[in-house]
């Protein structure tokens, strides 16, 4: 099949036979994913391949239960990765510069498109592939399990293996939805009734609204999701005024505290009555927190550092 007919033609595949790749494809299609176009030459990625039966199971099962990311022949993570820029940097001398956002932009970027690179070759190579989000359920989970460091967050699992199914392909919005040319038009009614009705096969009640309600609407995952990816890009080192250290210590007190108004929110719930900012002696930040009986004090470069520091003194750590 040309390269065209494959990408018109691919859907995902979730049932497969218990086989391995043939020899040789595995490196055919890593090397294809590490050719994907990269910002800057950067390659602001890594490619984890899962292949220890015991963490697969336990993937499939914070996945939400996807029996197919324990059965595939391959289960790869995709993740957005500065740590490694950042030792490199360090290597020879040079301290990385704090540019959090566009780090995680980039990083989600390249790993995407390395990541889309692995699944169309291993496609073009017969096998077929499922995107696993699911992963995104409980990510801080899945960051421990794969012992991920900071500057690293998983973008989403990816299973490969021989296709046991041949699914219809599933439907598409129409191309005048979905491409805009020189100004962004925005959507008629009618736009957005030609919307529905294209994708009501995507639905086994015949009606696009339901899947886009679970996953989207009030109450939907990824309302419950975003606490957690939060918490995650936090941990990581992706948020510009949140430090790491200051979200785990949150985080065991149960709270996804991902940025610092979520912070100054878990606290004040917390019984902590009072937080102040102020500016210390040499321009650093200076932070109090007031309890009834209790006051603890955190400084730090940045407002968000010292609150972290003060979350730090004022929340014993739970075993
Ligand atoms: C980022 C991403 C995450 C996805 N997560 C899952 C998943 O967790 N489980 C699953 O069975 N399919 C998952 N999918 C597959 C989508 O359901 C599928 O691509 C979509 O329904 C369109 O169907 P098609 O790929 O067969 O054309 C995911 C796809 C993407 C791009």
Redesign the pocket.
């Known amino acids: 099949m040309d390269q065209l007919t494959h990408l018109l033609e691919r ?2 595949i ?1 049932r497969f036979k218990p086989e391995p790749l043939r020899e040789g494809d595995l490196e055919r299609i890593l090397a294809a994913a590490r050719r994907a176009p990269t910002d800057a030459s950067a390659q602001l990625y890594s490619i984890l391949r899962v292949t220890d039966p015991q963490l697969r199971r336990e993937l499939a099962h914070l ?1 939400g239960d ?1 029996a197919h990311v324990a059965e595939a022949a391959e289960f790869f993570v995709p993740l957005a990765d500065v740590h490694r820029l950042e030792r490199l940097l360090a290597h020879r001398g040079q301290a990385m510069a704090h540019w959090p956002r566009t780090g995680l932009h980039f990083a989600l970027v390249d790993a995407t498109l390395a990541g889309a690179h692995l699944a169309v070759a291993a496609e073009a190579l017969g096998y077929g592939i ?5 992963l995104l359920n409980r990510p801080a989970e899945v960051a421990r399990l794969l012992e991920l460091p900071r500057g690293v967050v998983p973008v ?1 699992g990816l299973v490969v293996g021989v296709p046991d199914e041949d ?1 219809a ?2 439907p598409r919005l129409p191309e005048a939805l979905v491409v805009h040319e020189n100004r962004y038009r925005t959507y008629t009614p009618a736009d957005l009734d030609a919307a529905y009705a294209a994708m009501a096969p995507a639905s086994r009640r015949g009606d696009w609204l339901f899947v886009l309600e679970r996953y989207f609407a009030r109450g939907g995952t990824m309302e419950q999701r975003d606490p957690a990816y939060g918490f995650l890009a936090a941990r990581q080192g992706f948020v510009a005024d949140w430090p790491p250290e200051a979200a785990e210590a949150l985080f065991v007190r149960g709270h996804d505290a991902g940025s610092l108004g979520e912070a100054l929110e878990a606290l004040l719930g917390h019984g902590w009555r009072g937080v102040l900012f102020g500016r210390g002696p040499f321009e650093e930040s200076v932070v109090w927190l007031e309890h009834e009986t209790a006051a603890e004090r955190g400084e730090g470069k940045t407002p968000g550092e010292a609150l972290g520091r003060a979350v730090e003194a004022a929340l014993p750590t739970e075993e």
Do not use: K, V
């Not at 499922?130 to 699911?134: D, L, Q, V």
């Open positions: 859907r995902s979730r996945a996807q499922c995107w696993i989000g699911g989403s699914p392909p599933r």
